[in-house]
């Protein structure tokens, strides 16, 4: 198998991640299934695709004709087996939570082809926690997408002990085709290369507020002026989720049971108030206006 067999690709999950990636699949010409549990997400990725797809046009980024193939390329269904039974290849992009994504795994391992590339965009989740649960460990596979992603061009793709040359190179192979710039990681670390230097970050500009040192806005403001950040700590948490950082904090809590790893308490205020950030209107800043 190569690349060029790669026709038809499913994302599971069409939260802040699986919508942008199956949009940007279906750009770069793949015929994309978008699917998750949640019917209500599903829709509302729909109602993105159709008000992204005209202003792209607007903008000059695409042409009316461009945009209808983009349209006739991705679908959505509520159903896995439906979305995935004939893919090339899988990016699963659903909830950080470990027990979810190895269930995922095990089923999709029943309904996809035996050639089937199965890769997970998890945020700091190592492959070879997941592959076990099939019968094709040498093509299951870290491919790390960053948020947003239409926009964002980096691609994390790490080369586990199960991983086959094949499958990295096929994964390296369709993030180029993907407009991305894929590096490759030779060997699995939690958090791959860029959430494992923005989770010191994070959690220390998180130690800063709390010690009552600076509010949210300052330390974002001198990160933003200082380092040449495009969005600081604060604004960068809200855009990926509060909710994210919460559940990636408690997996390695659970993982190491480690308290110092626990998420710290100002991040579980805000998950259980859910001050999640800009999908819900309100995180460490207000999104209401
Ligand atoms: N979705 C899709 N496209 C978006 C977008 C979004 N949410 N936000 C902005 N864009 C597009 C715009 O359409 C525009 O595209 P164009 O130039 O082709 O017309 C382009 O991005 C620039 O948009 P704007 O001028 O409106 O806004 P900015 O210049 O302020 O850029 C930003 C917005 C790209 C989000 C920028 O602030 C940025 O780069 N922020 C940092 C993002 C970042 O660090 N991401 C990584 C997070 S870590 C992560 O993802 C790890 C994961 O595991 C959670």
Redesign the pocket.
């Known amino acids: 198998m190569n690349v060029d067999h790669i026709k038809n690709i499913c994302v599971i999950g069409a939260g802040?991640?699986g919508h942008?990636i199956a949009l940007r699949a279906a750009i770069s010409g793949f015929k994309v299934i978008c699917t998750d549990v949640s019917e209500e997400q599903l829709k509302k990725a729909e109602a993105f695709v159709a008000q992204?797809l005209p202003?792209?046009v607007k903008?000059g980024?695409l042409t009316e004709e461009q945009a209808q193939n983009v349209k006739a390329n991705i679908s959505f269904s509520t159903s896995l087996a439906e979305a995935a039974k004939d893919a090339d290849f899988v990016i699963e992009a659903a909830t950080e939570k470990m027990e979810l994504k190895r269930k995922l795994f095990s089923q999709l391992d029943q309904i996809c082809k035996p050639e089937t590339i199965l890769a997970t965009?998890?945020?700091?989740i190592v492959s070879s926690k997941i592959a076990d649960v099939t019968n094709r460990p040498d093509k299951v596979v870290n491919m790390?997408?960053?948020?947003?992603?239409?926009?964002?061009k980096l691609v994390e793709v790490v080369k586990g002990p199960h991983v086959s040359d094949e499958t990295a190179e096929i994964t390296m192979e369709l993030s180029r085709r993907m407009e991305k710039i894929p590096v490759l990681l030779q060997k699995e670390i939690r958090g791959f290369l860029?959430?494992y230097l923005?989770g010191y970050l994070n959690r220390e500009a998180v130690y800063l507020l709390d010690q009552g040192i600076a509010s949210a806005e300052d330390i974002d403001m001198a990160v933003e002026n200082a380092l040449g950040?495009?969005?600081g700590p604060f604004?960068?948490m809200d855009?990926?989720?509060v909710d994210?950082a919460y559940h990636i904090s408690m997996e390695h809590f659970l993982e190491t049971g480690d308290k110092a790893d626990m998420p710290s308490p100002t991040i579980v205020e805000k998950y259980v108030k859910k001050e999640w950030g800009r999908k819900v209107g309100k995180g460490f800043y207000d999104y209401s206006e």
């Open positions: 802040n991640m942008q992204y202003g792209r903008k980024r965009n998890s945020s700091y790390h997408f960053f948020n947003p992603a239409l926009v964002m860029v959430n923005l950040h495009p969005m604004k960068l855009l990926t989720g994210l």
